[in-house]
């Protein structure tokens, strides 16, 4: 079964720097893009960035902007998120899927092949 396996998580201090990894697990298959989502505890799963296979376009959460990157290595079929910067609300569980039909790149049921997602945990 195809899916997507992040990686990378952990526990910070605050203002430290985490880098996320999501890579197909079980094969692959086509894709416009990747996109990270987090969900703390009690909340939503939220939209935090994107971005297409082609490089041509990537997308952040207002809260993310200027301290997360969302990079792509297409030999590798990986996306990374490199976290700076990090601060307590950034705790969460995140999780990378991929954007094969859908239209919009902030709505979470426009994605598909969700990973297990990875914990992290930045302390004060």
């Known amino acids: 079964q195809v899916q997507l396996v992040e990686s990378g998580g952990g526990v910070m201090q605050a203002g430290g720097s985490l880098r996320l990894s999501c890579a197909p697990s079980?094969?692959?298959?086509?894709?416009?893009?990747v996109g990270w989502f987090r969900q703390a505890p009690g909340k939503e799963r939220e939209f935090v960035s994107a971005?297409?296979?082609?490089?041509?376009?990537?997308y952040y959460t207002d809260s993310v902007k200027g301290r997360f990157t969302i990079s792509r290595d297409n030999g590798k079929n990986t996306v990374y998120l490199q976290m700076n910067s990090l601060k307590p609300e950034d705790t969460a569980v995140y999780y990378c899927?991929?954007?094969?039909?859908?239209?919009?790149?902030?709505?979470?049921?426009?994605?598909?092949?969700w990973g297990q997602g990875t914990q992290v945990t930045v302390s004060s």
């Open positions: 079980g094969g692959t298959f086509s894709s416009n893009g």
């Open positions: 971005t297409t296979w082609r490089g041509d376009s990537t």
């Open positions: 899927a991929a954007h094969i039909y859908g239209s919009s790149w902030f709505d979470r049921y426009e994605y598909d092949y």
